[in-house]
């Protein structure tokens, strides 16, 4: 038997608002995160104006990969010991204005 338990202190926090930036900028948006878990799993995913949320990157411990659409020197995000995942964006092109998510996975696993 599986159970999967979703525990209510585990979340994240990414700060509310714009973030104003020219192209060819680069711009790291943040992302903390509480969880009792020792190895979580951390994704990102960009949202673009009438669209749903598209997958782009996850990190666990000091590993990780990038979709396909994401998987260049653009993007990165690292998994600090400070509980955040910072996200970076360079060169910045007009079509990465939308809405990032910051979003946590922790799955207890009890197999009986």
């Not at 104003?20 to 509480?34: K, M, N, R, Y």
């Not at 939308?98 to 799955?107: D, P, R, S």
């Given at each position: 038997m599986l159970n999967i338990k979703c525990k209510?202190?585990?979340?994240?926090?990414?700060?509310?608002?714009?973030v104003?930036?020219?192209?060819?900028?680069?711009?790291?948006?943040?992302?903390?995160?509480?969880t009792s878990d020792t190895y979580p799993y951390l994704f990102w995913y960009k949202q673009e104006l009438n669209s749903y949320p598209k997958y782009m990157l996850k990190r666990y411990?000091?590993?990780?990969?990038?979709?396909?659409?994401f998987n260049n020197d653009r993007f990165s995000a690292k998994l600090k010991e400070d509980k955040s995942v910072p996200l970076t964006i360079h060169n910045l092109y007009v079509s990465d204005s939308?809405?990032?998510?910051?979003?946590?996975?922790?799955?207890k696993h009890n197999i009986h």
């Open positions: 209510g202190e585990d979340k994240v926090i990414q700060p509310g608002g714009e104003i930036a020219a192209e060819g900028d680069s711009v790291t948006l943040s992302c903390t995160f509480e411990s000091s590993t990780g990969d990038n979709a396909p659409e939308a809405v990032y998510y910051c979003a946590l996975e922790n799955i």
